[in-house]
């Protein structure tokens, strides 16, 4: 992927993927975007999930916008499957510009950052999730081709262990009170 020229002179923000280097700072672009859309920072999860995505291909990309050697922003994305859209879809899990450089195409070259790769993916559709209320973020991204769709993102986290009845060995059975 090429790195993305976001003006003329040297001094030019730019666009690259994210490298395992660029941990520390992505990790304190995550903070920002998390305080700012009052996301809940999980340290262990989100650190363990930044260092899987650095190292993992097949999980996702990220891309960070720089200026100079100062990381101001970035977006992560990753894979999806849904028969509905044909197959591979991309999920833009975060984007994030520090306020004093929003309005000013960065976000729009991010896109067009992982527009580029799914096209060269193979990758047809995208989808990504706005928090309630933030209708900048609503306007920013349908002026990009995105549309609500009428359905509601509902999650739910499982337990790390599940607890199952322990197996009896044959023959034995449980007493039960009375």
């Known amino acids: 992927m090429r790195n993305m020229a976001l003006g003329v002179g040297s001094d030019s923000p730019q666009i690259r993927a994210a490298r395992p280097a660029d941990f520390p700072e992505l990790l304190r672009l995550?903070?920002?975007?998390?305080?700012?859309?009052?996301?809940?920072?999980?340290?262990?999860?989100?650190?363990?999930?930044?260092?899987?995505?650095?190292r993992a291909p097949g999980v996702g990309r990220i891309w960070v916008?720089?200026?100079g050697a100062?990381?101001?922003g970035y977006v992560a994305f990753s894979f999806?499957?849904?028969?509905?859209?044909?197959?591979?879809?991309?999920?833009?899990t975060d984007l994030f510009l520090h306020r004093g450089y929003r309005r000013r195409g960065l976000g729009g070259r991010?896109?067009?950052?992982v527009d580029d790769y799914c096209r060269a993916a193979g990758i047809r559709s995208m989808e990504l999730q706005v928090i309630h209320g933030n209708r900048e973020a609503e306007a920013f991204y349908r002026q990009h081709g995105f549309r609500m769709l009428a359905r509601q993102i509902m999650a739910r986290e499982l337990p790390r262990k599940v607890r199952r009845p322990k197996k009896l060995p044959p023959g034995k059975r449980v007493k039960r009170r009375q």
Do not use: C, K
Not at 80 to 92: A, N, R
Not at 110 to 113: E, S
């Open 30 to 54: 995550i903070r920002a975007y998390y305080r700012y859309d009052g996301i809940r920072f999980r340290a262990g999860l989100v650190t363990a999930g930044l260092r899987r995505m650095l």
């Open 65 to 67: 916008v720089w200026d």
């Open 70 to 72: 100062r990381a101001i």
């Open 80 to 92: 999806h499957y849904d028969v509905e859209f044909g197959g591979p879809e991309g999920v833009i």
């Open 110 to 113: 991010l896109l067009a950052t």
